[in-house]
């Protein structure tokens, strides 16, 4: 059963650290997004690649954020410096671009972040 | 820009009984998909069931269906005998086909089982 798996699946750290979150979408999925998850804002849309093309980066701080695929297999999200504000759980989850089927994301089990 | 709108923050039902989730969206499009996400405890999002907007139809997966109103905007989610394990934070999700085609959540609804 194919899966999204994100890497680590709990981070605590300091203010000022830098983060690093991975995420390997599953086999064959041409699109990749981040979220992130508060119990403030809800479901937040950091990034969005397609075929490995960064398409949407609009909710991400640029400031400190940055995301990456390197390769089809590898999505990273960083921060850099981090701040407590920062502290959510952050989802990876990959998918189909639509037009190739109903085009459902499959989501990872989250990095949930602490920022000290 | 599309937005999502879940106005019941929390619902609560008995176990065995039906409950429906209410979700309205807003958009110019006519082409477009609508899903139900599952987030349980362990905060997991698990896709529960997708329609497509040029399908009248509406979408039954096992004990869950939709009544998909496009006029209206609305895509309700109905549980039929309902079950402790179906308690969970539930998400209306919406996906555009064209332009950034970004899946876009509305504030969760959280569903309480009562045994």
């Known amino acids: 059963d194919a899966r999204v798996t994100q890497t680590p699946r709990h981070k605590v750290t300091e203010m000022g650290q830098e983060v690093t979150m991975r995420c390997q979408p599953i086999l064959g999925h041409n699109t990749v997004f981040w979220y992130r998850q508060t119990m403030m804002q809800g479901l937040e849309l950091l990034a969005y690649?397609?075929?490995?093309?960064?398409?949407?980066d609009s909710g991400m701080p640029k400031d400190r954020f940055s995301a990456e695929m390197p390769d089809a297999t590898l999505a990273t999200l960083k921060i850099q410096p981090s701040e407590p504000r920062d502290s959510a759980v952050y989802f990876c989850?990959?998918?189909?671009?639509?037009?190739?089927?109903?085009?459902?994301?499959?989501f990872g089990n989250g990095t949930r972040l602490t920022v000290t | 820009a599309q937005t999502v709108t879940q106005s019941q923050p929390e619902m609560s039902v008995q176990e065995a009984e039906t409950v429906t989730l209410s979700c309205t969206y807003d958009?110019?499009?006519?082409?477009?998909?609508l899903f139900w996400y599952k987030q349980p405890p362990s905060r997991q999002m698990i896709l529960v069931i997708r329609?497509?907007?040029?399908?009248?139809q509406n979408a039954t997966e096992n004990r869950f269906s939709v009544n998909f109103q496009k006029a209206a905007k609305s895509f309700s989610l109905k549980i039929s005998d309902s079950q402790l394990g179906d308690a969970a934070m539930y998400f209306c999700?919406?996906?555009?086909?064209?332009?950034?085609?970004?899946?876009?959540f509305g504030q969760g609804t959280r569903l309480t089982i009562n045994p």
């Open positions: 958009t110019s499009e006519s082409d477009y998909y």
């Open positions: 329609q497509e907007a040029y399908k009248q």
């Open positions: 989850a990959s998918g189909l671009a639509p037009g190739t089927g109903t085009s459902p994301l499959h």
């Open positions: 999700a919406y996906r555009s086909r064209q332009g950034a085609q970004k899946l876009v």
């Open positions: 690649f397609r075929n490995r093309a960064p398409l949407d």
